[in-house]
């Protein structure tokens, strides 16, 4: 979560929302990587984790995702984590929680949802201080420019 937190770093340093991603296999080697890329490419679907997920689909050569984790800055948001209940990802793992966005226990959790045809194990709250540090510390800046 360390280096996700530094990969954070650098995407809010170009104007992105400092939102990192990873997913990693059953033994611990990263299979996709990304961060956000919403304003830099102009695209709605350029959230970290959904960037991950594709990098790591094309990697694995299979959309199922069942031994693998994902590894977040951020609670995702209901696009990514419907996106994570569609690729049956097996654990999510994000650092700072959403309560306005989160989609894994914030507004509202799709991990358990009677709805889902998949159940996915979340763990919050890792490295959770300096994630929502990160965060806010650049919405601040933001907001005052």
């Known amino acids: 979560m360390a280096r996700l937190l530094r990969l954070a770093e650098r995407a809010g340093a170009s104007g992105e ?19 956000n890329r919403r304003h830099r490419l102009a695209d709605p679907l350029g959230h970290a984790e959904i960037v ?12 199922r995702f069942n031994d693998c984790t994902l590894l977040v800055t951020l609670e995702p948001c209901p696009m990514c984590a419907g996106a994570l209940v ?14 306005k966005r989160g ?4 507004c509202l959790n799709l991990a ?4 889902a045809h998949h159940h996915m194990t979340v763990v ?15 919405f601040r800046n933001r907001r005052q420019r």
Do not use: H, K, Y
């Not at 991950?52 to 299979?62: H, K, N, P, S, V």
């Not at 989609?103 to 914030?106: I, K, S």
């Open 17 to 35: 929302i400092p939102v990192a991603a990873a997913v990693l296999d059953g033994q611990g080697r990263c299979l996709g990587w990304g961060s």
């Open 52 to 63: 991950a997920l594709g990098q790591a689909a094309r990697c694995l050569g299979d959309w």
């Open 103 to 106: 989609a894994l226990g914030g």
């Open 86 to 99: 569609q690729a049956r990802m097996g654990t999510v793992v994000f650092a700072a929680g959403d309560p």
């Open 112 to 115: 358990t949802d009677p709805s």
């Open 124 to 138: 919050d709250g890792v490295l959770e201080r300096q994630a929502s540090a990160q965060l806010e510390a650049w």
